[in-house]
């Protein structure tokens, strides 16, 4: 065991948390739920946690025992404070094993490490941001080096394993999949005041078809707005698709679509929106889309299962993979013709609603952020 083996030298490992924070989604969400399982280890096992953090985050964080220590970098990711700051904070750290939760590791850091590669979105879909030959070719360089570097490495599906295997002619015993989950703060709500007040906050008075999530490329939301707008034209058909996610500017063809297609009454633009309040739109949801043409791991459709929402769902990527062949209804994200086929179906039938909703309920206990707290320790004693 790690603890007999390091009895008089506990071992130190640190975590990349400069993404950490409870109210992030993605990355962030994933490191603040390992790291506050992780620390619970160090009351059994002789472990010093090292957290490395920006601000505002690291003032606002306190490690909570004498064996979890912050250490404050401020390196924004894709910079070259992470090339240079940050990698002279590691070495002077002498850690046994730093985990870097997202590809972007310093370049010439060569002590023992693990990195969780989550996606690999900018290598299919680079989107507008990413146009520039150098940020390309810096992300290529980044990507290549750390997953060669590392001892070992973490994907969160099976899907994302195999692309980086394909891509980067990674050997697959190298690589680990373990699964994030959703958070428990996910679940169906009984307070239906709070319920009303936030639909009338929101501006949302009737039935709706529930998107979340950022605005680009790869979430194909044109095709949903476009698919959304063959149910319009029933005359049986009233409802709303609501699109939650900040308006990204690099991505005017969103708002432009809905005014082409005249859907300005059709479709609410919510903005960011809490978590709080996006518990409470999972729940009121007639039923939950996910059109992406690529996700790393979608946990999306695990969050609108928890909450008690079917799910309709792109047939593509990990998606089918995370939401099980049969707790979701699929289709083909390219034809706009089989998206609102799919829509319709589950808008009116109310029967496979109800068979959707008890089989994601199942589908969701097989995801857990315990488990996946334990397999990356055991990945960790496996890579040292």
């Known amino acids: 065991m790690i603890g007999a083996m390091t009895k008089k030298s506990p071992l130190r490992i640190g975590i990349d948390a400069r993404m950490y924070s409870a109210a992030f989604t993605g990355i962030g969400r994933y490191v603040f739920e390992l790291t506050q399982r992780l620390f619970k280890r160090s009351e059994n096992e002789a472990i010093e946690w090292t957290l490395f953090m920006n601000e505002p985050e690291f ?24 090339q240079v700051r940050f990698l002279k904070i590691l070495n002077r750290e002498k850690l046994d094993l730093m985990h870097f939760t997202h590809f972007n590791a310093p370049l010439f850091y060569r002590r023992p490490s693990v990195v969780t590669i989550h996606d690999l979105t900018l290598s299919f879909y680079p989107g507008k941001k990413m146009r520039s030959p150098i940020h390309r070719l810096a992300y290529h360089l980044v990507l290549n080096s750390v997953v060669r ?88 058909f009233d409802g709303l698709l609501v699109i939650t996610g900040r308006e990204d500017p690099f991505y005017p063809e969103v708002k432009a679509t809905i005014q082409k297609l005249g859907l300005e009454k059709r479709v609410v633009l919510t903005g960011l929106v809490s978590e709080r309040d996006l518990v409470v739109l999972y729940n009121a949801a007639r039923f939950y889309v996910l059109p992406s043409l690529y996700e790393g791991f979608g946990l999306s459709p695990l969050e609108a299962m928890a909450c008690g929402t079917p799910v309709a769902a792109s047939n593509t990527s990990c998606i089918p993979e995370v939401c099980g062949e049969k707790n979701a209804l699929f289709f083909d994200p390219y034809k706009i013709e089989d998206m609102a086929r799919v829509l319709s179906s589950l808008w009116e039938d109310s029967s496979l609603r109800g068979t959707l909703l008890e089989q994601g309920f199942q589908r969701i206990r097989d995801f857990s952020w315990d488990k996946m707290a334990e397999e990356t320790f055991e990945f960790y004693k496996k890579s040292l």
């Not at 003032?59 to 992470?82: G, R």
Request: proline share 4%; charged share 30%.
């Open 149 to 236: 570097h590392a001892r070992g490495i973490i994907t969160v599906s099976k899907h994302t394993r195999k692309d980086l295997v394909h891509l980067i002619k990674v050997p697959e015993s190298k690589i680990q999949v373990i699964y994030e989950a959703a958070g428990e703060e996910f679940r169906v709500l009984n307070d239906k005041k709070l319920i009303e007040n936030t639909l009338k906050h929101l501006r949302i008075d009737r039935d709706f078809i529930l998107y979340t999530g950022v605005w680009r490329d790869h979430k194909n939301l044109v095709r949903l707005i476009q698919a959304f707008a063959t149910l319009c034209e029933k005359p049986t």
């Open 59 to 82: 003032n606002a964080f306190s490690p909570p025992n004498d064996w979890v220590k912050k250490v404050l970098v401020n390196a924004k990711h894709y910079s070259w404070a992470e």
